[in-house]
């Protein structure tokens, strides 16, 4: 993987295009997209969106100095329909700072916000930690930088999810690769966070995983975690799996698609997850046995431990990349990238779990290529916030508020 960035163009002026495969019309759709600024300063990239249990969000990002060689993970919270000032995290001169493995932040409901980012752990490219921290809500002080692991190989540990749980910890998972310092597989590993920083309960999820693509992590209406990623089979097959933690252990993988993709190699193109009261929905991107591209979405009625059949949302040439968020009781706001007409966009549609979706609509057009990076989507009182990283000059992040009804 390359360090790359991404370039947008804001479009206050929705564009609609029709899907191109058979659908229904569904009545919830996009009805207007509203820049918001950001009080990122240039040159950041990296954007990640936390919905808070309030209603407000999270964005953080990465600010680079590129003659001083310092990163810096900020934050900025949602408060009357407007991002508040930057916050620093945490910096440093040793990060690894990469295009697809960005930085999260979690939130609890007394006010705790737990924040990830990696740091590099010997010379090569890819041999780098995940490095946590939490804050306080009465101390306003981060503590000291910690890691979930501790196997202390030089390989690679990245691409983190979290989520807070009910009953005040944080649930991490994330790509671990310290069987492959002996030339074995990436595997994906989990662990939880305390409220005082300590890391209990560390499980193995599964022994061989995809290298290099996201997780993501999010907790059913009855209490299960659910953690989906892109699986890897000893023929090489790379489809979407879920393990699903509930009556004090955890599941076996289990397919969330049978999509028979065989590459050998990593996309680098992960699963997202969301969940409301009744519903799980997952999204992701594939090429499949017969080697087209397709994004689809799939839904769960019983708390994620079976989906319902792949919903292809996109409209004929799509990158993946994708998010999602529950905007109602059976229904999914879904983003990705795809090409059309020679131009590639940030693409949003709406889908339903009984299949119907809305009008595609461009939320801003951005480059094929990997420095387009990955757009992120947060569920907010005041509609889904989406943010992405503009290089059109010195790479920034920015965002739009999208309206749905």
């Known amino acids: 993987m390359k360090q790359i960035q991404f370039i947008a163009i804001s479009i206050v002026t929705l564009i609609f295009f029709a899907a191109g495969c058979a659908e229904k019309s569904s009545g919830i759709k996009i009805t207007g ?25 999270l964005l953080s990002w990465v600010e680079k100095d590129t003659t001083n060689k310092i990163s810096t993970l900020k934050y900025a919270n949602w408060q009357n329909n407007s991002w508040g000032d930057a916050q620093t995290i945490a910096q440093g001169k040793d990060w690894f700072v990469n295009w697809a493995d960005f930085p999260a932040l979690a939130a609890q409901s007394d006010g705790r916000i737990l924040a990830n980012w990696m740091t590099k752990s010997a010379a090569s490219t890819y041999a780098y930690d995940v490095i946590l921290a939490q804050l306080s809500d009465d101390s306003k002080i981060w503590s000291e930088p910690f890691s979930p692991h501790n196997d202390k190989t030089p390989t690679e540990h990245g691409f983190v999810s979290m989520q807070p749980l009910s009953n005040g910890n944080f649930a991490v998972s994330w790509l671990d690769g310290r ?122 009625d019983d708390y994620g431990k079976s989906f ?85 000059g010195s790479p920034v992040v920015k965002s739009s508020l999208i309206s749905i009804q």
């Open 179 to 300: 069987e492959m310092a002996e030339d074995g597989p990436m595997t994906l590993r989990f662990a939880t966070i305390n409220t005082a920083g300590e890391v209990t309960n560390q499980a193995l999820l599964d022994n061989r995983v995809c290298d290099c693509c996201q997780t993501s992590m999010t907790i059913a209406a009855d209490g299960s975690i659910l953690v989906a990623y892109r699986d890897r089979s000893d023929e090489e097959i790379r489809d979407m799996s879920i393990v699903r933690y509930a009556d004090s252990s955890w599941s076996s993988p289990v397919s969330i698609a049978n999509d028979g993709w065989n590459i050998a190699g990593c996309p680098v193109n992960g699963p997202v997850l969301t969940s409301n009261e009744s519903l799980v929905a997952a999204s992701w991107f594939t090429m499949g046995a017969d080697s087209k591209a397709k994004v689809l979405c799939a839904f769960s």
């Open 33 to 57: 997209i509203t820049p918001i600024a950001t009080p990122a300063s240039a040159p950041a990239s990296g954007p990640n969106i936390c919905a808070t249990p309030e209603g407000g969000a």
């Open 308 to 392: 319902g059949d792949p919903i292809r949302i996109d409209t004929g040439d799509p990158l993946g990349r994708v998010d999602i968020v529950f905007v109602n009781d059976n229904t999914t706001l879904v983003s990705w990238l795809e090409t059309i007409e020679n131009k590639t966009r940030i693409a949003a549609r709406t889908v339903s779990s009984d299949g119907t979706l809305s009008e595609v609509v461009t939320v801003a057009e951005t480059l094929p290529s990997r420095s387009s990076g990955f757009a992120r989507m947060g569920i907010t009182s005041d509609g889904v916030i989406i943010a992405w990283t503009d290089v059109a």
